[in-house]
DNA sequence: GTCTATAATTAGATAGAC
DNA sequence: GTCTATCTAATTATAGAC
């Protein structure tokens, strides 16, 4: 193995263990010292990868929404629909089912007006926001209620598993809640 | 005024400070001293009153529950009904957007399996879901996903306002994009 | 590229003056 | 009841050995 590769294989494996550690805990909450330990090296080594606790919660953050980023396109790149409405939404849900992640870098980051809050509205909602205005087809507030609805009743469930075992004695991550859910979404937000 | 009196009225602008400190910024991310700060007193001051920075947590989301009660309750002591379902909702989407620091509580808590989340379970969130279920009349996993779903709907475009505004240059504060989101929550979950 | 050691800040909690 | 000073522990970021 080549140092450029023992490089990478490095850095990837800190970046999972920052998506996780960040998403569990929050920006102020999660320790590059407890993101090392996940990731089975040390604090030095990561300042080393990535030079400030800011530039690695970037890097988390465009690691979360590269995996996310093929469960919203709903069209080809030659222009022409994929799929339709509604299998675009089911890929929403079940995509925010297997990556609750997601959802609270999105909370995390949008309460405050900060840099943080900015980069991520431009480089990763912005976006996913003008694509969703292609699915609606409209723009003005009623783009943006119905945006945040979806997105809220979509991702709540699963981003708060722990709280919604106790309370409702369901796992989220259990397959036949997910289906009930996506269900559910889908009756929602499509006609029929 | 009496030294009880003070007592109270400090306690009092505390747990307002606490109340917005946390749900700006999340456990780990609010620090006492902060808290003291807004709260136009000092750090030691804090500890005085609220033994711990948990007990402080506490006393701040039974401060917000406290507030949010009234909303929710659909039935007079008496026992009859005060509402129809739709002003029942209309009431819930109303009050998170009067007090989005709810949804943070709820979200900052709901993701780890910890004290805190089962204490927030168990003393504020149980009552709200069993009242829920009595509105929806069912049990099961449809009432856990029809709840999350309500919930995510109804709050999250006012938990992420500095978020929405740069997203979608609409505020969620204004009254128009409010009773917007009012009349799509109530679309979406009642038959017109 | 990786690790250990450490510097500089900041955190929550305590003690004592008033 | 309030405030200042301080203790201990944990944080990010840096420096240097290997």
Not at 168 to 174: N, V, Y
Request: charged share 30%.
């Amino acid at each position: 193995m080549t140092r450029a590769e023992q490089r990478e294989r490095t850095r990837a494996r800190i970046v999972e263990a920052a998506v996780a550690v960040f998403a569990e805990r929050g920006f102020d909450g999660a320790s590059t010292r407890l993101i090392a330990a996940r990731a089975d090296t040390t604090q030095g080594l990561v300042t080393y990868h990535f030079r400030s606790k800011d530039e690695l919660w970037r890097a988390a953050a465009d690691h979360v929404f590269g995996i996310l980023g093929p469960a919203f396109d709903d069209v080809e790149p030659s222009g022409e629909a994929r799929r339709d409405g509604r299998e675009v939404l089911r890929g929403f849900v079940e995509a925010n089912a297997a990556h609750p992640e997601v959802f609270h870098f999105i909370v995390d980051a949008g309460r405050h007006d900060d840099d943080r809050m900015r980069w991520l509205v431009d480089e990763h909602l912005a976006p996913r926001f003008s694509q969703f205005l292609d699915f609606d087809g409209s723009a003005g507030v009623r783009a943006a209620t119905t945006y945040y609805a979806i997105a809220g009743a979509s991702s709540l469930i699963f981003s708060v598993a722990p709280e919604c075992r106790r309370l409702t004695g369901h796992d989220p991550s259990d397959p036949a809640v997910i289906d009930a859910h996506v269900e559910l979404v889908l009756r929602l937000f499509t006609r029929s």
